[in-house]
Protein backbone atom coordinates (compact mmCIF):
# COMPACT_ATOMS: atom_id res chain seq x y z
CA UNK A 1 0.00 0.00 0.00
CA UNK A 2 1.37 3.45 -1.09
CA UNK A 3 1.66 5.91 1.47
CA UNK A 4 2.43 9.76 1.45
CA UNK A 5 2.49 11.25 5.01
CA UNK A 6 3.21 14.85 5.42
CA UNK A 7 3.63 16.47 9.01
CA UNK A 8 5.39 19.35 11.19
CA UNK A 9 3.23 22.37 10.27
CA UNK A 10 1.54 24.74 12.80
CA UNK A 11 1.44 28.12 13.83
CA UNK A 12 4.57 30.55 13.45
CA UNK A 13 5.34 33.89 14.11
CA UNK A 14 6.57 35.68 10.76
CA UNK A 15 10.26 35.49 10.49
CA UNK A 16 10.27 32.34 12.22
CA UNK A 17 11.04 28.12 10.61
CA UNK A 18 9.07 25.39 10.82
CA UNK A 19 10.28 22.01 9.10
CA UNK A 20 7.81 19.63 6.81
CA UNK A 21 8.37 15.70 6.45
CA UNK A 22 6.63 13.73 3.99
CA UNK A 23 7.02 9.94 4.76
CA UNK A 24 6.34 7.48 2.10
CA UNK A 25 6.31 4.12 1.47
CA UNK A 26 4.81 1.21 -1.18
CA UNK A 27 7.01 2.43 -3.54
CA UNK A 28 10.86 2.58 -4.83
CA UNK A 29 11.69 6.19 -2.93
CA UNK A 30 14.83 6.66 -5.21
CA UNK A 31 12.63 6.14 -8.42
CA UNK A 32 10.27 9.05 -7.89
CA UNK A 33 11.03 12.49 -7.33
CA UNK A 34 8.55 14.34 -4.65
CA UNK A 35 7.11 17.80 -4.89
CA UNK A 36 5.84 20.11 -2.17
CA UNK A 37 2.80 22.00 -3.54
CA UNK A 38 0.55 24.63 -1.44
CA UNK A 39 -2.61 25.55 -1.33
CA UNK A 40 -3.44 29.19 0.31
CA UNK A 41 -7.04 30.34 1.16
CA UNK A 42 -8.98 31.17 -1.55
CA UNK A 43 -5.87 30.41 -3.91
CA UNK A 44 -4.99 27.84 -6.23
CA UNK A 45 -2.35 25.12 -5.37
CA UNK A 46 0.97 25.94 -6.52
CA UNK A 47 4.41 24.41 -6.61
CA UNK A 48 7.30 25.21 -4.41
CA UNK A 49 10.05 22.76 -4.21
CA UNK A 50 11.00 19.50 -5.77
CA UNK A 51 13.58 17.17 -4.96
CA UNK A 52 14.87 13.87 -6.35
CA UNK A 53 17.19 11.78 -4.56
CA UNK A 54 18.95 9.66 -7.58
CA UNK A 55 19.81 12.86 -9.22
CA UNK A 56 20.23 14.48 -5.70
CA UNK A 57 18.43 17.42 -7.97
CA UNK A 58 16.26 20.01 -6.34
CA UNK A 59 13.88 22.78 -7.82
CA UNK A 60 12.81 25.97 -5.71
CA UNK A 61 10.12 28.46 -7.29
CA UNK A 62 11.62 31.91 -6.60
CA UNK A 63 9.24 32.69 -4.17
CA UNK A 64 10.66 30.73 -1.25
CA UNK A 65 14.40 30.64 -3.27
CA UNK A 66 17.04 30.83 -0.17
CA UNK A 67 14.32 30.67 2.11
CA UNK A 68 13.14 26.85 2.00
CA UNK A 69 15.57 24.39 1.36
CA UNK A 70 14.43 20.24 0.52
CA UNK A 71 16.35 17.31 1.85
CA UNK A 72 16.14 13.74 2.41
CA UNK A 73 16.85 10.94 4.77
CA UNK A 74 16.98 8.03 2.19
CA UNK A 75 16.66 5.40 4.99
CA UNK A 76 13.34 6.34 5.94
CA UNK A 77 12.14 6.83 2.70
CA UNK A 78 11.21 10.85 3.57
CA UNK A 79 11.23 14.45 2.63
CA UNK A 80 12.16 17.56 4.17
CA UNK A 81 10.93 20.97 3.59
CA UNK A 82 12.60 23.33 6.14
CA UNK A 83 11.37 26.69 6.12
CA UNK A 84 12.83 30.05 7.73
CA UNK A 85 12.14 33.37 7.22
CA UNK A 86 8.74 32.49 7.19
CA UNK A 87 6.01 35.16 5.69
CA UNK A 88 2.64 35.34 6.11
CA UNK A 89 2.28 34.61 2.20
CA UNK A 90 3.31 31.11 2.99
CA UNK A 91 0.47 30.49 5.03
CA UNK A 92 -1.63 27.41 2.95
CA UNK A 93 -1.83 23.63 3.40
CA UNK A 94 1.29 21.91 2.32
CA UNK A 95 1.36 18.81 0.30
CA UNK A 96 4.05 16.34 -0.60
CA UNK A 97 3.64 14.55 -3.93
CA UNK A 98 5.37 11.82 -5.86
CA UNK A 99 5.95 11.17 -9.64
CA UNK A 100 7.99 8.45 -11.27
CA UNK A 101 10.23 11.13 -13.11
CA UNK A 102 12.99 11.11 -10.94
CA UNK A 103 14.63 14.12 -11.89
CA UNK A 104 13.93 18.02 -10.80
CA UNK A 105 14.13 20.36 -13.86
CA UNK A 106 10.91 22.06 -12.41
CA UNK A 107 7.88 21.80 -10.34
CA UNK A 108 6.47 18.39 -11.75
CA UNK A 109 2.48 18.97 -13.55
CA UNK A 110 0.12 18.22 -10.83
CA UNK A 111 -2.42 16.05 -12.89
CA UNK A 112 1.53 14.01 -13.58
CA UNK A 113 1.37 13.40 -10.06
CA UNK A 114 1.30 9.61 -9.05
CA UNK A 115 0.41 9.71 -5.30
CA UNK A 116 -0.24 12.74 -2.75
CA UNK A 117 -0.68 13.28 0.99
CA UNK A 118 -3.43 14.77 2.97
CA UNK A 119 -1.28 18.00 3.32
CA UNK A 120 -0.93 19.69 6.76
CA UNK A 121 -1.27 23.15 7.73
CA UNK A 122 1.10 26.54 8.30
CA UNK A 123 -0.10 29.59 9.34
CA UNK A 124 2.11 31.99 9.92
CA UNK A 125 1.08 35.38 12.06
CA UNK A 126 2.34 38.91 11.42
Known amino acids: EVQVVESGGGLVQAGGSLRLSCVTSGFTFDDYAIDWFRQAPGKEREGVAC????????YYVDSVKGRFTVSSDNAKNTVYLQMNSLKPEDTAVYYC???????????????????WGKGTLVTVSS
Open 51 to 58: FSSRRNST
Open 97 to 115: AAVSVPICVGIHAQPSMDY
